[in-house]
């Protein structure tokens, strides 16, 4: 350098060659670059901060580095685009992005990669809510929670800052949204897998899994890159309430291949399947009529289901849990988890089925119901229920009677029990039939007091006069209570009072019997009579005791048989003197 002539240089001429032609030469080695246009470079250096690309100009352009996140593998040497804001700045510098040289081609990238169905890269830059959001060309994608993964995703946070691989599944070209999935992907991976391992696969044959799911209906298991589910019944030979105490995620089990479908790609499996059934490890030894232990698994409606040993249940029907005739729900004598004895009603080891029942373990009571309940005894029973002809009521529990509606009062007319006697009152009853076989009790209650009709009738005779109260008005009648709790009967004519009135509801008046019927219960009476006849027997009276009156009448006596002769002729004399006056 000592032999440059720097003052030539700085005249401009070196050389022979001039400043201008240098400057000139210079120039054409550099790339012609305008700002606003997008352009390749080759990357000179990479750090945490910032990115130093060469785009052939006379000065290198910084960019930072936080625009390449979603490429962590980016090194010096590679080529990227960039998009140049400025060719020089206020300080001279060359101002260039990569972000926006990707954004510029990035819709037309996007689409292609959709319609091509592309591979793409893609920067998970945050959480948001349902799924996370993807940098994908430098546009903002959705990646749904559910597009994650095959298996369901418990902490999202694990993939913020993470470079995927995505398939854009979504576009929508008016609001410019893109949404992508790396669920695809895998599932076309896992599909060549799935096929493979469904071809190899045998009933019966057992695997060794993975738990990957639980739910409320069975546990999936993941079979090496097929899943199969165990159904809740097959996870044990007992009940199983919830599947989450027989099994935990993650867990490595081995399990029985139950069925397969090849075309739907379901596989059934089963735990409880790799161990003995219980039935064939119950006591060879029980026997109808044994009493066994048990504990309440399940109540319904019908009956209880009784489990004697895990795996193995035997049911109570309702009906073999009281002697009663009344079925009710089970849920009135058992609940779950009751711990009970019982006794075997039947057994069937090859249908794997017991009944059971707990009515056995006390007497039956109709055994010795002539004992107990003989005809002409007196009880106390308790109203269950009517019917139009009848109280059924309970004495104890399994023995049950009818009072017929025609036993409940001697005097009283019942048109229905439930003016006698109330659901669930006590009633005093005695009996007076035995019906072993349809285990029933004919019951009586009016029976309870001797029949006072053999009193009425010397009291209510007919003729007698009573007081009475109109109780009751009927189109034919009215109902008329009288003493000692009886009953009669008057019809509307009966009821005309002496003002010619006719008598109301209510009203206390003197009644006549004029009918008495011991048999039929019947009295008839008459409050009309009460004066119609007293009238009568007045008059009557009256006749008797006035004298009889006879009219005075010119006495006639026999002319021809007291005349005489001479008689006949002074009349004659008489005569012709008054015809001679005349």
């Known amino acids: 350098m000592q032999d440059f002539n720097w003052d030539e240089f700085e005249k401009g001429t070196v050389a022979n060659v001039s400043k201008e032609e240098l400057d000139k030469a210079y120039d054409e080695t550099l790339n012609k670059v305008a700002d606003h246009q997008v352009v390749e470079g080759k990357v000179v250096s990479v750090d945490k901060k910032e990115v130093i690309v060469n785009i052939g100009y006379k000065s290198d352009g910084i960019i930072p580095a936080t625009e390449f996140r979603y490429n962590p593998d980016l090194k010096a040497g590679d080529t990227v685009e960039v998009y140049v804001e400025s060719v020089e700045d206020k300080s001279g510098k060359l101002l260039l992005s990569h972000k926006k040289a990707r954004l510029s081609q990035a819709w037309d990238r996007v689409n292609q990669a959709l319609e091509e169905q592309q591979i793409i890269q893609g920067f998970i830059k945050c959480r948001t809510k349902g799924g996370m959001i993807v940098d994908v060309f430098g546009i ?227 055994e010795a119901i002539e004992v107990k309940y003989p005809v002409g005894s007196k009880h106390t029973a308790k109203v269950r229920n009517f019917t ?112 010619g009135t006719q008598a109301q509801l209510g009203e206390e008046l003197e009644f006549k019997v004029i009918e008495f019927n011991k048999d039929s219960k019947r009295i008839i009476l008459s409050h009309s009579r009460t004066f119609e006849d007293a009238q009568r027997d007045e008059k009557r009276a009256a006749r008797k005791a006035a004298p009889r009156k006879k009219e005075e009448s010119p006495k006639i006596e026999n002319v021809a048989a007291s005349t005489t002769l001479g008689d006949l002729d002074v009349l004659a004399n008489l005569k012709a003197q008054m015809e001679k006056g005349e």
Not at 457 to 477: D, N, R
């Open 140 to 366: 903002e994608a959705f990646l749904p929670g559910s597009q994650i993964d095959v298996h369901p995703i418990r902490d999202y946070d694990q993939f913020v800052g993470k470079t995927m691989e995505f398939k854009v599944v979504k576009i929508n070209q008016e609001f410019r949204n893109v949404v992508v999935s790396h669920k695809a992907l895998i599932e076309q991976e896992l599909e060549a897998q799935k096929q493979e391992i469904i071809s190899r696969l045998e009933k019966g044959q057992i695997l060794e899994g993975t738990v990957k799911n639980i739910t409320s209906y069975g546990v999936f298991v993941d079979l090496g890159g097929v899943d199969g589910l165990i159904h809740i019944t097959d996870l044990s030979w007992g009940r199983v309430d919830d599947p989450k105490k027989i099994v935990e995620l993650d867990q490595k089990i081995n399990v029985v291949i139950l069925d397969f479908d090849e075309e739907k790609k379901r596989i059934a499996l089963g735990l409880k399947q790799l161990t003995p059934h219980p039935w064939d490890a119950l006591d060879p030894n029980l026997k109808v009529g044994d009493h066994i232990k048990g504990k309440v698994v399940v109540i319904a409606d019908y009956g209880a289901f009784v489990e004697v040993q895990p795996g193995v249940e035997g049911l109570i029907h309702v009906s073999e849990m009281s002697w009663s005739q009344h079925l009710r729900s089970a849920q009135e004598f058992l609940k779950v988890g009751d711990e009970i004895e019982a006794v075997i009603l039947t057994l069937d080891r090859e249908e794997r089925k017991m009944s059971l029942g707990i009515k056995q373990l006390k007497e039956d009571p109709w």
């Open 388 to 499: 139009n002809f009848g109280v059924f009521v309970e004495l104890e529990e399994g023995v049950d009677g009818l009072i017929h509606i025609s036993d409940l009062s001697w005097t009283k007319k019942v048109k229905h029990p439930s003016e006698f006697t109330k659901v669930g009152e006590p009633i005093d009853v005695v009996v007076l039939d035995i019906d072993k076989e349809n285990r029933r009790l004919s019951l009586g209650h009016k029976q309870l007091e001797d029949n006072p009709w053999d009193v009425f009738e010397a009291k209510y005779t007919v003729g007698s006069v009573h007081t009475g109260k109109i109780t009751e008005m009927l189109e034919k009648g009215a109902v008329v209570a009288l003493e000692e709790n009886v009953e009669g009967f008057a019809t509307p004519k009966h009821l005309v009072k002496e003002d």
